[in-house]
């Protein structure tokens, strides 16, 4: 099992910048690689980023690529996502997940996600 708890949301101008963590808990972290989902209401759960889990590889979705920069601390257990030049279209609740997939964007890859954490971008 893994668990995985995300911070560091809130709310932010357009134009903003947020940094998201996500602390795993559980068995290896680095057995696993890690993504970024984002839902916004009323959308399904979409790609936003994934890492490898030797963090040498990273994907990410085409509307947040140059934008977002994923990134992980095998150390610290944590997975970051450092999201710039926010733009209120990127307001969704964002997950962390874990998967033994390489850096997948595909969600049914993922077995273990956590609760998520709000983005809010005002205009």
């Known amino acids: 099992q893994v668990q995985l708890v995300e911070s560091g949301g809130g709310l932010v101008q357009a134009g903003g910048s947020l940094r998201l963590s996500c602390a795993a808990s559980g068995r290896t972290f680095n057995s696993y690689s890690m993504g970024w989902f984002r839902q916004a209401p009323g959308k399904e759960r979409e790609f936003v980023a994934a890492i490898s889990w030797s963090g040498d590889y990273a994907r990410y979705a085409d509307s947040v690529k140059d934008l977002f920069t994923i990134s992980r601390d095998n150390a610290k257990n944590t997975v970051y996502l450092q999201m710039n030049n926010l733009k209120p279209e990127d307001t969704a609740f964002y997950y962390c997940?874990?998967?033994?997939?390489?850096?997948?964007?595909?969600?049914?890859?993922?077995?273990?996600w956590g609760q998520g954490t709000q983005v809010t971008v005002s205009s």
């Open positions: 997940a874990a998967s033994v997939y390489r850096s997948s964007a595909r969600r049914d890859d993922y077995d273990y």
